[in-house]
């Protein structure tokens, strides 16, 4: 009777488990696609396509650098075999190599933070998972994926002319830096609420 009650225990914890999982992947994935709604709202569609372009590049490049090491550290966490310092080393290393490469052909060196980001989170994820720590893994991926900040600044604060607008994106422990093609003069950019200033002619446009 004991051994009954003890796989009804077991096979409810590992339902709860499998439950935290699927409400944490689909949280992040609504609050994902408010915040790219959002941002494409805000922004031009063609700014908003080449943001989409260089996550893409980072996202192939850092899929090569990882090759299948999350599943291995999954796996051989749950078995606890002591090879996740190794893969995590051979998995940065891969990672800084594909980092390099994008900056050297692209000059864009948020791009390859964003590859490095990447490897650090999916470790991360697979090494909760295999350790069967399910409701630490729905915290990690909500919080993680809640933190989104979309702000704009000047490319010179203090130039004595116009300068162009630049928009910084903070997105699951990533960040994108992205120039508009809009250039105002600092005077009339509101440091404090990161946009024009409302005595700007055409403030209700450029916001």
Known sequence: MSDFWNKIRINSESVKGLASI???????????????????????????????????IAGISYTAALLCSPNVITVYTAKSLRVQSTIFFLSIISGIICAVTIFLIYSRIDVSFIVISFIIND???????????????????????????????????????????YCLIRYQNKRVKHYTNL??????WNLKEKQVRKSHPNSPELN
């Open 123 to 165: 470790i991360a994820i697979a090494y909760l998972v295999g350790k069967k720590q399910y409701s630490n893994y729905a915290k990690f991926v909500i919080i993680q994926i809640s933190i989104m900040i979309v702000n704009f600044y000047l490319k010179d604060g203090k130039a004595t002319q116009e300068t162009w607008i």
């Open 22 to 56: 699927g409400f944490a992947n689909i949280i992040s994935s609504a609050i994902s696609g408010i915040f790219w709604f959002y941002l494409a709202s805000t922004i031009e569609s063609h700014e908003f396509g080449n943001i989409q372009y260089f996550l893409s």
């Open 183 to 188: 250039r105002i003069h600092p005077k009339h």
